[in-house]
């Protein structure tokens, strides 16, 4: 599976955008980048995926370096709702589901 | 409307014991997912399912045996339970066939299951 790392924790004032990073420098052509997010006693929830470019929903936005080797997820205005675990995934075309959670990011919203 | 229900939320049971989760769908997605989340919080993909029909099988101990009766249920049937079997379990569904790269997955909320 194509690794990601990203930071451990984060914490965010409420009301200010916060920006997630997440490094994927083995990153394939066929790699579409996840992110999901799941809060306490609940299963992951989608927010947002990509592959080249940059993506927008009422959720949030993915910023997707020129080279695909980083990414960012950015919450444009943080909510004590919006505090979870938010993972990055890489997610191949290889006709299998191998989207593997790893430990992502906790982030705390400071109200 | 819950879009994807799992029973039951917890799960207390005996080493040696057989015991079923139940999973269903109102989406009208055509592929359903069984994800175990271990102590570490890593979730990894155990079986997926499209319109009834197996399409993956991790590496999982045979006392774990998916069935679904029809593409909005798959249900995890897991035989002679063991204290490594300890953990939640996450039903997820999809629209899309499994590894497109671009499908979303719509996660139930878990059942966690502690076995003793």
């Known amino acids: 599976d194509a690794k990601t790392t990203q930071p451990n924790s984060m914490e965010s004032n409420e009301e200010e955008p916060v920006h997630l990073p997440c490094n994927h420098s083995?990153?394939?052509?066929?790699?579409?980048i996840h992110w999901y997010r799941q809060l306490p006693s609940q299963g992951p929830e989608y927010v947002i995926h990509?592959?080249?470019s940059n993506v927008n929903n009422r959720m949030a936005s993915l910023a997707i370096a020129e080279d695909r080797k980083s990414s960012t997820l950015i919450l444009h205005r943080a909510t004590l709702r919006d505090a979870a675990v938010y993972y990055c995934?890489?997610?191949?075309?290889?006709?299998?589901?191998?989207?593997?959670f790893g430990t992502g990011t906790r982030l705390t919203v400071i109200p | 409307d819950t879009a994807v229900s799992q029973t039951p939320k917890y799960l207390v049971t005996q080493m040696g014991n057989d015991k079923s989760i139940k999973c269903e769908q109102n989406?009208?997605?055509?592929?359903m997912y069984w994800y175990k989340q271990d102590s570490k919080k890593f979730l990894k993909i155990m079986f997926s399912?499209?319109?009834?029909?197996?399409?993956i099988n991790e590496t999982v101990p045979n006392r774990f045996s998916p069935k679904s009766p029809d593409k909005a249920h798959l249900n995890l049937h897991i035989n002679s339970l063991e204290l490594g079997d300890s953990a939640v379990y996450f039903c997820?569904?999809?629209?899309?066939?499994?590894?497109?790269?671009?499908?979303?997955?719509?996660f139930g909320s878990g059942t966690q299951l502690s076995v003793l």
């Open positions: 083995t990153i394939s052509g066929t790699d579409y």
């Open positions: 399912y499209n319109n009834k029909e197996l399409i």
């Open positions: 995934i890489l997610y191949r075309q290889t006709g299998a589901n191998n989207l593997f």
């Open positions: 990509g592959l080249t």
């Open positions: 997820a569904s999809s629209q899309d066939y499994p590894g497109l790269g671009n499908e979303k997955l719509f």
């Open positions: 989406l009208g997605h055509d592929t």
